[in-house]
Structure formats: structure tokens, C-alpha cells
């Protein structure tokens, strides 16, 4: 598994191949989890190899930021409802 930093662009980012050569996941902070065949898809998308450590900490600093807004609201704006966002969870990227 590799590990990269790329910013979503939309339709055409990754495609049916890309998934179904290798794996390919998207976390927060724009931290992409891709299969070791998918090495010609980081370059395309102009990615940033990262170790999974690296990775890892960029998923966890952005998580903790989103968790610290979650907890700044209203506790009447954290009313549990259909269209209302939950409170962020840590994430754990795939080996």
C-alpha cells in the first residue's frame, strides 16, 4: 500500500480503471490510500508520496480539527437529525 497527499478535482480524478486495478481510498486531508499498482494514477493526479506515519498524522491532525469545531457548536446544533453531520471519528488507514 502507498500512501499520498492529492487534492480532489472532481469527474475524471479517478476512474473505474484505477479502482479496479488497485486499491483506492480517500481520507480526510486529502490523504489518498492506493494499492502498489496504482503508482502511475499518484503522478497523473499529481500527488505527494507519503509514508503511512506521514499519512497517518495528516488524518489525525485534521480529524482532531474537525472534532475541536464539532465540539465548539451549539449543543443545539448537535441535535441528532437526518441531515445533521455527526461528530467526527479517529480513522485508522489501511495497511
Known sequence: MKYCT?????LGFFT????EL???SG???N???VG???HAWIARVGGTEKTKAEAQAIVDAQTAADQASWDALPEDQKAPTVSQLIRP???TLPE
Do not use: E, K, M
Request: charged fraction near 10%; proline fraction near 4%.
Open 6 to 10: 492529492a487534492t480532489y478535482t472532481g
Open 16 to 19: 473505474h480503471a484505477d479502482r
Open 22 to 24: 488497485a486499491h483506492l
Open 27 to 29: 481520507h480526510p486531508a
Open 31 to 33: 490523504v489518498w490510500a
Open 36 to 38: 502498489d499498482a496504482n
Open 89 to 91: 471519528t479517529a480513522i
